[in-house]
């Protein structure tokens, strides 16, 4: 029971790359796709985070450290940058199915491309 | 050094637009003198460590730690290697924009978007940490993806940066999957760090795969190339070199990798074997699809794809061996160093070529070769440099492409001959498929729409000049160069020992 | 330390080779005819007595170079060019299922 509640962060992870992963590889819908795209970024930034953590440990303020158990902070900064970038990406893939949309009309990831092969 | 100009051309730019590409280029300049500049030092002096914040690696070991907790920057030979190609390249595709662009509008944009480029090019092989390595490949997707959807008039450019996008975001977020197992394991960024702790456990095994797919898929190579056809082909102007310029960088952030976190505790034949594979599989279909294509950079982004395929079978065939010392004196060091030369000989004649691509398309204004024709009489310069890519990139001597892929050639048929037989065959196909563009494109009676048409612009022929110029020079001088830039990258790679000791064992 | 691999086929000998056999060919061509009429039947294309057609049908176009190949090679080419979809899902179904394939690799690689 114990191991359960240690690794649930872990097993949230798993899920939430489950989820993720089945909607960007079935979905059709181009903005469906992103959403997966963004949950799945979502598990790997909750990894980042609770890989960081320490058992009784307090968040990592230098202050008020009494004594010497804190949570790392380092995955926290890592996650901040992650997030930030998600940010980013999301944005740009967005406006890239906005000018898709534009241009065929469609936001079906079958109907609207224009090359192959 | 381009990520202050990049962050300073939309301020400059609203002086005018000449003020403004001067400075881009002035800017790129002088990236180019300082790269040779730390490349030279380089050679001379050995593995250089430049360390965020302090003065040396051993000075930022706070009390609990045994390493250091900064960013540290470390350039051996592979790192300036890949930063002479990235500076030259992005310097020749920066001077063909400057015409290439003229009818576009948002040139600051496109600019601070070239130059961030060109920053995370460089970047990503300066680096001696694996955050700061995902953060620079983030970086290049999104700068990437902006500059191939560039011109969004066209529905095929948006649609090719869209699909970089995407790829680009889960492979690197695959990426930060393993960047996090290996931090939950040992509790480090660092790569020399990383490296010098490295038991290979189950989950350095699953980090390992997530990162070879990662960045092969990065790279372009076979079978996770879709992408790349669909993204190189309308990138804007002089775009193109530029991001198949990061695309390379990619491929050495691989061997990076693999060579350097790994080393010998890999079960190496088999990484090295998958590594063999994808570049078989890669020439092989790269070369065949380019056959059938009949829109001029589509057929050449194609090649793209089939010369990633050398380059990945030449490093594949040191990486199978270097469990065996004998092996790889005797073979192993030249297949690693020809695929690396076939790295900075591929940026200079593809970019070439696909400078030449993109010069058909704005002169004749379609990219089908279907409809064009006898352009050789009036396109005499674009015809030459065509002419010089053409022949480099199939291996024909005395170019640079027959000296490198002689080196894969030697050292692969040692391996297996099959392997030789391959890219022999595959190399023919390249020079077909050439011969094919040339006759379509440049040879043939004058077609009567097409007879106003008059040569590019300057600066487009001198952007093209620059790469061809390379392209000779590379080719008249192997020996010296290869001994000069390729030898110590390649040494670079084998010499994992002294990448951790660089870092870890002093300052 | 250089290898002695590029000795044979160094750039050098084949520019110069180039450049005598180029030579050599120009003092050819110079001992040739040199008493034709320019724009007169002389120098316009032969064919069998035909007309010359114009100019747009005289140049093969690109795609059509190749057929022999293309026809030889079909059966390789089909599921080929029809796994080239364009569809981004189909994309990132091949890397997640290379990632499965080298993973399972690495795994079958270390038990044995």
Redesign the interface.
């Known amino acids: 029971m114990s191991a359960i509640v240690t690794n649930a962060p872990f097993i949230g992870v798993a899920a939430l790359a489950c989820v993720g992963l089945y909607i960007m590889l079935a979905q059709r819908n181009l903005i469906k796709i992103v959403m997966g795209i963004t949950i799945f970024e979502s598990a790997v930034n909750l990894f980042l985070v609770s890989l960081g953590y320490r058992n009784e440990g307090i968040a990592p303020i230098f202050t008020n450290a009494t004594g010497t158990h804190m949570v790392l902070p380092v995955p926290q900064a890592l996650t901040l940058t992650s997030i930030v970038i998600g940010v980013a990406t999301t944005a740009l893939m967005l406006t890239f199915i906005v000018l898709i949309y534009r241009h065929t009309g469609e936001t079906d990831a079958r109907k609207s491309r224009r090359v192959k092969g | 050094m381009p990520l202050l100009a990049a962050f300073l051309t939309p301020l400059v730019g609203r002086i005018g637009p000449r003020v403004r590409n001067t400075f881009v280029i002035v800017a790129l300049a002088i990236v180019q003198m300082l790269v040779i500049i730390v490349a030279r030092d380089v050679y001379a002096n050995g593995i250089q460590i430049y360390t965020l914040g302090a003065t040396a690696p051993s000075l930022a070991i706070p009390e609990t730690h045994m390493v250091p907790v900064r960013i540290i920057l470390e350039v051996d030979g592979l790192g300036a290697f890949m930063g002479l190609m990235g500076a030259t390249v992005a310097l020749a595709g920066a001077i063909y924009s400057i015409s290439c662009m003229k009818l576009e509008t948002g040139q600051d944009r496109f600019y601070t978007l070239l130059l961030l480029l060109a920053a995370s090019m460089v970047g990503i092989q300066y680096t001696g940490d694996l955050f700061n390595l995902f953060v620079f490949l983030e970086i290049l997707s999104i700068s990437g993806a902006a500059l191939a959807g560039f011109r969004t008039r066209f529905v095929d450019a948006v649609e090719g940066g869209f699909k970089y996008v995407i790829v680009s975001t889960v492979a690197a977020l695959l990426v930060l999957i393993s960047i996090g197992m290996f931090y939950g394991q040992y509790n480090l960024l660092n790569m020399a760090a990383i490296a010098d702790a490295m038991q290979y456990t189950v989950i350095d095994k699953i980090a390992l795969a997530l990162l070879v797919v990662a960045l092969l898929t990065k790279s372009g190579a076979v079978p996770s190339h879709w992408w790349v056809p669909d993204t190189y082909t309308p990138a804007a102007g002089g775009t193109s070199p530029i991001i198949y310029g990061a695309s390379l960088t990619c491929l050495a952030a691989l061997f990076r990798v693999v060579f350097s976190i790994y080393g010998l505790k890999l079960s190496l034949s088999l990484i090295g074997w998958v590594v063999i594979i994808a570049g078989l599989l890669s020439m092989f279909v790269g070369v065949t699809m380019a056959l059938r294509q009949t829109d001029v950079k589509r057929l050449m982004t194609y090649h793209a794809i089939s010369q990633e395929g050398y380059m990945l079978l030449g490093v594949g065939v040191g990486l199978a061996v270097l469990g065996d010392p004998q092996a790889v004196a005797a073979y192993g060091r030249e297949a690693i160093a020809g695929g690396i030369f076939h790295v900075i000989n591929n940026a200079f004649f593809k970019g070439l070529l696909l400078l030449t691509g993109e010069a058909l398309f704005l002169q004749l204004g379609t990219r089908d070769l279907n409809k064009m024709g006898g352009m050789g009489r009036n396109m005499k310069w674009t015809c030459a440099f065509f002419i010089i890519g053409a022949l480099a990139i199939s291996g024909v001597p005395p170019f640079n492409g027959f000296a490198s892929k002689l080196m894969i050639y030697e050292s692969s048929f040692q391996l297996n001959p099959m392997l030789t037989i391959i890219a022999l065959v595959v190399s023919i196909m390249t020079l077909a498929s050439f011969t094919k563009v040339f006759q379509a494109a440049f040879t043939g009676p004058e077609q009567p729409e097409y007879a106003e048409v008059g040569g590019v612009p300057l600066s487009m022929k001198i952007g093209m000049g620059i790469l061809a110029a390379a392209t000779v020079l590379f080719s008249l001088f192997p020996q010296f160069v290869v001994d000069t830039i390729v030898y110590p990258a390649a040494d670079a790679l084998l010499n994992q020992t002294g990448y951790i000791g660089a870092v870890m064992g002093g300052a | 330390?250089?290898?002695p691999?590029?000795s044979f086929?160094?750039?050098?000998?084949?520019?110069i080779a180039f450049v005598i056999v180029t030579i050599l060919a120009y003092i050819y061509r110079n001992r040739g005819e040199g008493g034709y009429k320019e724009g007169t039947e002389q120098t316009k294309i032969f064919l069998s007595g035909e007309d010359e057609p114009?100019?747009?049908m005289?140049?093969?176009?690109?795609?059509n170079?190749?057929w022999g190949?293309?026809e030889a090679?079909k059966r390789?080419?089909e599921p080929?060019?029809r796994a080239?979809?364009?569809?981004?899902?189909?994309?990132?179904?091949?890397?997640?299922g290379?990632?499965a394939l080298?993973?399972v690799?690495?795994?079958a690689?270390?038990l044995f």
């Open positions: 330390m250089s290898a691999i590029l086929w160094a750039p050098l000998v084949v520019v114009e100019a747009g005289r140049h093969v176009r690109a795609h170079m190749y190949f293309f090679m390789y080419y080929v060019v080239h979809t364009g569809i981004v899902n189909d994309y990132l179904i091949w890397m997640f290379l990632v080298v993973g690799a690495l795994f690689a270390g």
